[in-house]
Each structure stands twice: as C-alpha cells, then as structure tokens.
C-alpha cells in the first residue's frame, strides 16, 4: 500500500513540489532549525531519560513511536515520538481523522501516556528528525501517506504542503487546537509557505515555547486520568 501510495506521490505531487521556486529564506531557516535542535535538545536530554524510563516501567517497550509520514518534495521518512498509546494503536487508528480520530484515541492512552501527551513532551525525539533534515521546527505538521493522498483529493492546494518541510509546531498548532478542521489547518499552513520568515520563524517558536511551559506545568499538576 505504502509502495503504491509513494508512486502516486512521485508521479504526481512529488512533481509539483519540485517545479516550486526555492527561497533564499529556507537556507537561512534550516541554520535556525539545526543551532536550535541542538540547542533544545541538549537542554531536555534528561526530561527524555527520565520520561523514556517511565514509559518503560509503566508500559514496557518499545519506548518510541515510529511511523511514517510525508515531508519535503514527497519523500516518506520516518518521524519519532515517545509512545503514549498502547501497543499497535496506530493500526487500530488507521481509517480515521478529526473529531473521530480524537474521541477514539482516548480509549488508547497507555499508562502515563496522557500526562505525557498533556505535556507535549512527547515530541522531543522529533529534535532528531530537525536534525536529520526531515522536518523543520517550523512548518505543517507531518502526516501519515494514506491521508496525505485523501486531503489532496479533497482540497486542492493541499500538495503545496510539500514545498517545506514539515514542522515540529506550525501556525495552525499556535493558532488552533487540535481538533481544528484540516481545511483551516490547511489555511495557516499555505500562509506559512507564502509568508515564510526569520520573524515569522522566531515568533513561532517562541509562542510554541511559552505554550509547552503552561501546558507542562498544567499536564505534570493535574490529577491523573
């Protein structure tokens, strides 16, 4: 399925993605992206011990998620994150997307793997995918092969999506929630890849930060569910 969907892509939209102009600016925010992977990762090394060991006393292994997703030009790489849902979950998952998708994933939460989620902190192996050129700090969040091929069918401008590459936070995640409609989502994507900036960059960043800090705070005070 995968091996069709990737020839899809590469007949296709890989195609479109490639015959955008490149930007000076993406040069200039891929050096942003690697001085502040390191810089976030070196800092939160021993939150990622310390939640790698609570996931594998609570739940066992494996510790992270791995799955595949679409970034840059259509090419498929695989994005890391701490698990916070059970065993194969992402299976069980597969077909759905939105407020469905959100109601059955909280049937699915591992132990500890909701506080996690809370937090956010769950994405910090996603660092590693900054550093590897995989994804950007800053970009539309990367999605799955399957619905990357039915959003594009169902909005248009969705392939422009490949021209950057994917973020670990994004305008739409600063703006919206999670159960923002993917069309909206998709407005706040298409005008980071128009707009894209230093400024825009920073702010971005910035914003994403002080979010991960209260919500942190709020997930680690909270009274488990």
């Given at each position: 399925?995968?091996?069709?969907?990737?020839?899809?892509?590469?007949?296709?939209?890989?195609?479109?993605?490639?015959?955008?102009?490149?930007?000076?600016?993406?040069?200039?925010?891929?050096?942003?992206?690697?001085?502040?992977?390191?810089?976030?990762?070196?800092?939160?090394?021993?939150?990622?011990?310390?939640?790698?060991?609570?996931?594998?006393?609570?739940?066992?292994?494996?510790?992270?998620?791995?799955?595949?997703?679409?970034?840059?030009?259509?090419?498929f790489?695989?994005?890391?994150?701490?698990?916070?849902?059970?065993?194969?979950?992402?299976?069980?998952?597969?077909?759905?997307?939105?407020?469905?998708?959100?109601?059955?994933?909280?049937?699915?939460?591992?132990?500890?793997?909701?506080?996690?989620?809370?937090?956010?902190?769950?994405?910090?192996?996603?660092?590693?995918?900054?550093?590897?050129?995989?994804?950007?700090?800053v970009?539309?969040?990367?999605?799955?092969?399957?619905f990357f091929?039915?959003?594009?069918?169902?909005?248009?401008?969705?392939?422009?999506?490949?021209?950057?590459?994917?973020?670990?936070?994004?305008?739409?995640?600063?703006?919206?929630?999670?159960?923002?409609?993917?069309?909206?989502?998709?407005?706040?994507?298409?005008?980071?890849?128009?707009?894209?900036?230093?400024?825009?960059?920073?702010?971005?960043?910035?914003?994403?930060?002080?979010?991960?800090?209260?919500?942190?705070l709020?997930?680690l005070?909270?009274?488990?569910?």
């Amino acid at each position: 399925m995968a091996a069709q969907l990737e020839d899809t892509l590469v007949g296709g939209y890989r195609r479109l993605a490639a015959e955008a102009p490149r930007r000076r600016i993406d040069i200039e925010l891929r050096i942003l992206d690697v001085v502040f992977a390191l810089l976030f990762g070196l800092v939160l090394v021993p939150f990622a011990l310390v939640i790698a060991l609570a996931i594998l006393v609570s739940c066992g292994l494996p510790v992270l998620y791995r799955g595949e997703r679409v970034g840059r030009g259509a090419h498929f790489f695989t994005m890391f994150k701490f698990r916070t849902l059970n065993r194969d979950a992402e299976t069980r998952l597969g077909p759905y997307l939105g407020e469905e998708l959100v109601r059955r994933t909280e049937q699915e939460y591992a132990p500890f793997g909701r506080r996690l989620k809370a937090t956010q902190l769950d994405e910090i192996p996603q660092f590693w995918n900054v550093l590897r050129g995989d994804m950007s700090l800053v970009g539309p969040r990367p999605i799955r092969p399957v619905f990357f091929e039915e959003l594009a069918h169902e909005l248009p401008a969705y392939w422009q999506r490949l021209v950057v590459r994917p973020g670990l936070t994004g305008l739409a995640q600063v703006r919206r929630g999670y159960e923002t409609s993917m069309a909206e989502k998709l407005a706040h994507d298409l005008e980071w890849i128009a707009d894209r900036s230093v400024r825009l960059y920073l702010r971005t960043v910035f914003a994403t930060g002080w979010r991960v800090i209260r919500q942190s705070l709020r997930g680690l005070t909270s009274r488990a569910v």
